[in-house]
């Protein structure tokens, strides 16, 4: 059984940045695809970010491509999102995926971006 655990959500203003962790009980050369959803009131969770095993390439919701930068280290087991300037409208629960032949996910960390 693979554990994963979030860390880094928080209350921002608009304009200012997190930074999400996610790290895996393994090795995260054992999953082939590692992702980070989002979900806001009343909304399905939907896609934002995802990364390969080797980390050679990454893929963006339009809203947030320029803003967002998914990452990973693999010697820490752990996957990053870096979030800059941020928006009212990236207020949500943020989860983070590993996907093997199973999916593990995070359980989530709220971020809420408000003045």
């Known amino acids: 059984q693979v554990q994963v655990v979030e860390s880094g959500g928080g209350l921002v203003q608009p304009g200012g940045s997190l930074r999400l962790s996610c790290a895996a009980s393994?090795?995260?050369?054992?999953?082939?695809?590692m992702a980070w959803y989002r979900q806001a009131p009343g909304k399905q969770r939907d896609l934002v970010a995802n990364?390969?095993?080797?980390?050679?390439?990454?893929n963006y919701e339009e809203s947030v491509k320029g803003r967002f930068t998914i990452s990973r280290d693999n010697a820490k087991n752990t996957m990053y999102l870096q979030m800059n300037s941020l928006k009212p409208e990236d207020t949500a629960v943020y989860y983070c995926?590993?996907?093997?032949?199973?999916?593990?996910w995070g359980q989530g960390t709220q971020v809420t971006v408000s003045s």
């Open positions: 995926l590993f996907r093997a032949r199973g999916d593990y």
């Open positions: 393994r090795s995260t050369f054992y999953f082939f695809a």
């Open positions: 990364i390969t095993r080797g980390g050679d390439m990454t």
